[in-house]
């Protein structure tokens, strides 16, 4: 079946500019998180929904980030006054609401934010 | 102190050769383990669960040692498609969130 989808996979803005990067999640996967990753590092988590509502924010790095997932499947991470340093690799992964101990999370391919 | 540390290597080790890696985690709490495989330039993909016994899934064995607060994986036999970023994932709260190393990095050499 398919996978998680992010667009767009590529994106290069100006600074000060807003950018919206897209997430499609798993059909049926209720769990979707937003994470980012630097070069050399691993992923940094960003914000967690269970289903529509966002049930733990607290990676999001100031209020220039924020995130919908207004019916509960597609969600849309939104960067406005875009940073240099907010250039990186934007990651999204999905999960069943998982059994204790069988969180698997399924990542997309990423898009990757370069802020000029 | 990271919540979750690793060595970033790289461990350049010829093929056929054991190699190991440790990952030490600092919220006592933390419930469930994993680790992740990443290839340069894709996404992590789930490589195994770690379970309070220790599992092993062919060539790929992980263990916890909860009391000292570390995770390992170990893997035999290497082979040149096993070069990859290994990330250590921890359960960091009472829910799905996770947090992730900044990962140890494989060269399995000819």
């Known amino acids: 079946g398919a996978g998680v989808s992010q667009t767009p996979s590529n994106k290069v803005t100006e600074k000060g500019k807003y950018v919206e990067l897209r997430c499609d999640p798993i059909s049926g996967h209720t769990a979707l998180y937003w994470y980012r990753q630097s070069l050399g590092q691993g992923p940094e988590f960003l914000i967690y929904f269970q289903g529509t509502g966002a049930a733990d924010d607290s990676g999001l790095p100031n209020d220039r980030f924020f995130a919908v997932r207004p019916e509960g499947s597609v969600s849309t991470l939104k960067i406005q006054r875009t940073e240099r340093g907010d250039s990186a690799v934007y990651l999204c992964?999905?999960?069943?609401?998982?059994?204790?101990?069988?969180?698997?999370?399924?990542f997309g391919p990423g898009t990757r934010l370069t802020v000029l | 102190r990271k919540e979750v540390e690793q060595d970033p290597g790289p461990f350049n080790v010829p093929e056929g050769a054991t190699v190991a890696f440790n990952c030490t985690y600092s919220?006592?709490?933390?419930?469930?383990f994993f680790w992740y495989r990443q290839d340069c330039r894709k996404e992590p993909k789930l490589l195994m669960s770690?379970?309070?016994s220790g599992n092993e899934d062919g060539r790929f064995t992980a263990q916890l040692n909860r009391a000292s607060q570390y995770i390992s994986l170990l893997i035999r036999d290497s082979k040149l498609s096993d070069s990859a970023t290994y990330l250590c994932v921890v359960n960091s709260g009472g829910y799905q969130k996770v947090t992730f190393g900044t990962g140890t990095k494989l060269q399995v050499i000819p």
């Open positions: 770690v379970y309070s």
């Open positions: 919220n006592s709490a933390s419930q469930s």
């Open positions: 992964a999905s999960s069943l609401k998982a059994l204790a101990g069988t969180n698997e999370q399924f």
